[in-house]
């Protein structure tokens, strides 16, 4: 495991081969088999209050958890692109 990341009600994990794992609450981002395609090449995952966000290493974010606590991005999705850090609050 490179990192592990929570969020108060559930865990997320990067593997060696960039890949992650989640367990947890599966509504504040324990099931992540929905963004399961998308969380390849992870490099960095942040949580929040029932949600995550990960950083891939072309830049782009994937969010996933509780669509009001951050889980869900599709409304920015087009504005996370060349992204290095993310801080959670």
Excluded: N, R
Aim: aromatic letters at 6%.
């Amino acid at each position: 495991m490179v990192s592990i990341s929570e969020d108060g009600y559930a865990f997320a994990a990067i593997k060696k081969d960039g890949t992650v794992v989640s367990w947890g609450a599966p509504t504040y981002g324990g099931d992540s088999s929905s963004v399961k395609d998308e969380l390849k090449d992870v490099v960095s995952i942040t949580g929040t209050d029932g949600a995550f966000a990960a950083i891939k290493k072309d830049g782009t974010v994937t969010t996933f958890g509780h669509a009001d606590k951050g889980g869900d991005s599709s409304s920015v999705k087009d504005e996370l692109t060349d992204i290095s850090q993310i801080s959670s609050t």
